[in-house]
Structure formats: structure tokens, C-alpha cells
């Protein structure tokens, strides 16, 4: 067991372009997560996978962020149309079903929109 | 509603002094518990959790015990290092629902 992955751990990117992170979860967990953290500022949740499924959505994410996770494994985040405000660390969990199971972490992925 | 709230920081501490992070709950039912640390430009990783009152979680000389009567899990450690220099969040969790609630975070300083 590798832990969480991400890729890329460094992004930078014009304002108004695409960008797709990955994150490939520990393989027993069936929940995944991603969090938003900016500088000083603990983690701000943007969406959750059970399985295959997107079950929740923060109100606070634009259009231009969409997440998928085919197949129930690996999930990806595209931010289309990048801001200057998107800048921040994306942060993916994951975890099992129980409520005493703490999330585990990946590195992250530093976002800067230039 | 469900929330955490962190002393505020920075605490600054000289290497080998005694560590206290105050973490207190607001919760529905009955939570777990947990700390996070965070060092400079690297993700979350779990330090220690407890999942019933009176649990002591500890891990890497940091411990905290659940203490339902005063809704809390302070985060200690006898002998503070330069390496333990971060930021700690305290978290919750309950059956009903699959996120964590998170503290505002605490950055450490540890001064040689």
C-alpha cells in the first residue's frame, strides 16, 4: 500500500486555461475526497466519492470545477477557465465507510493560475 | 451544528518545553476525535485519533484523551523538537455524517 497520490505536486498555469489533477486512492478505501486549502487556512471541502458516485458537491464550487471518479478507483479534478483565485493546494483523502476511520491524505497539489 | 474550535497560534516554545494545544468540540451523538499535522508544504497526515470517550490516542510522543465531560482533546507532548515545528489541526467525525469538521489550525514554532 503506496498511500494517496497525486499528480502533478506543482501546477502553474495562464488564467483562462484547463487544468486536470489526479488522485489515486488507497485501494480499499471506497470514499474520496477533495479538499481546497489556501495559505493558512485549514482544509475547505469541495466534493466526496462513495464508490463510483459523486454524493455531495460544496455549494461554494463554481461550474468550473468538476470531479469524476470512473470505476469507483482513481478521480480526477478539472478546473476549466483557471482564476487567479483558484490558486491553492488541492488536497485528495481518502477513507473507509466508518465513522471512526480518519481520512488519509495526499500530497497535494500546489496550483498557481499566473 | 457540529464544529471545532483551536487555540489560536502561533505557539512559540523553546526546544524540550511541554507542549498544550486546547481543541474543544461542539458535537450531536458521539464523535471521533482526531489530530492532524501538517509540515511546511506537505499534505495532512493523521497523528492520532480516538473514538470513545475517555480514549487516549498517541503517537510519535503526542497524545490526547477524549474527555466527554468537558468536550475536549487537548493535544500534549512532554519534549517539544525542532522537527515538530508545523501546523495541528484538531478534527471530528460522527456516524451521520462523512465529513470531517476541522479546527481553524495551530502553527507550532519550535526555537532551538
Known amino acids: 500500500d503506496t498511500g494517496v497520490s497525486q499528480d502533478p505536486r506543482h501546477k502553474i498555469t495562464k488564467r483562462g486555461q484547463n487544468v486536470t489533477f489526479r488522485c489515486d486512492p488507497i485501494s480499499e478505501h471506497n470514499r474520496l475526497y477533495w479538499y481546497r486549502q489556501t495559505l493558512g487556512q485549514g482544509p475547505e471541502f469541495l466534493t466526496y466519492?462513495?464508490?463510483?458516485?459523486?454524493?455531495?458537491k460544496s455549494r461554494l464550487l463554481s461550474d468550473r470545477f468538476s470531479a469524476e471518479r470512473p470505476k469507483g478507483s482513481f478521480s480526477t479534478l478539472e478546473i476549466q477557465r483557471t482564476e487567479q483565485g483558484d490558486s491553492a493546494m488541492y488536497l485528495c483523502a481518502s477513507s473507509l465507510s466508518t465513522a471512526n476511520y480518519g481520512y488519509t491524505f495526499g500530497s497535494g497539489t500546489r496550483l498557481t493560475v499566473v | 451544528g457540529n464544529s471545532v474550535t483551536q487555540m489560536e497560534g502561533p505557539v512559540t516554545l523553546s526546544e524540550e518545553a511541554f507542549l498544550t494545544i486546547n481543541c474543544t468540540y461542539t458535537?450531536?451523538?458521539?464523535?471521533?476525535l482526531f489530530w492532524y499535522v501538517q509540515y511546511p508544504g506537505e499534505g495532512l497526515q493523521l497523528l492520532l485519533k480516538?473514538?470513545?470517550a475517555d480514549d487516549k490516542g498517541s503517537n510519535k510522543g503526542f497524545e490526547a484523551t477524549y474527555r466527554k465531560e468537558t468536550t475536549s482533546f487537548h493535544l500534549e507532548k512532554g519534549s517539544v523538537q525542532v522537527s515538530d515545528s508545523a501546523v495541528y489541526f484538531c478534527a471530528l467525525k460522527t456516524d451521520s455524517n462523512y465529513q470531517l469538521i476541522w479546527g481553524a489550525g495551530t502553527k507550532l514554532i519550535i526555537k532551538p
Open positions: 458535537a450531536t451523538g458521539y464523535p471521533s
Open positions: 466519492f462513495q464508490n463510483e458516485a459523486q454524493l455531495e
Open positions: 480516538a473514538t470513545k
